[in-house]
């Protein structure tokens, strides 16, 4: 079987489906992005041929947290300081007074 059916499969589902030349997908480039983002399907043709298809990128859906999830978390925690042998006050103080030993 050939024709334009086969070229745009839509997995059984009516896709509502636009077309627009080179210059028209220029002028109206936004919207044609927003109607994409909205589920219908955009056909940018050249001399009458269709050549790009605009659909929005399918959102994988979020699994459940595993433990290799964890485990990748922790291993990018950042470990806290370990505490300044003096304070900062008694260390500016020290700046200040030029008190180096």
């Excluded at 298809?53 to 399918?58: G, I, K, Q, S, T």
């Excluded at 260390?91 to 030993?101: I, M």
Aim: hydrophobic share 40%; net charge negative; glycine share 6%.
């Amino acid at each position: 079987m050939t024709g334009t059916l086969e070229l745009w499969p839509s997995d059984g589902y009516i896709i509502p489906m636009s077309s627009h030349s080179i210059a028209e997908a220029k002028n109206r480039f936004s919207e044609l992005v927003d109607l994409a983002l909205r589920g219908e399907e955009i056909v940018i043709t050249r001399h009458g041929q269709p050549v790009i298809a605009f659909r929005p990128v399918a959102q994988p859906a979020p699994g459940p947290v595993t433990t290799e999830d964890l485990a990748w978390l922790d291993s990018l925690r950042v470990q806290p300081r370990k505490p300044l042998p003096e304070g900062s006050g008694s260390l500016l103080a020290r700046l200040r007074d030029e008190d180096w030993p």
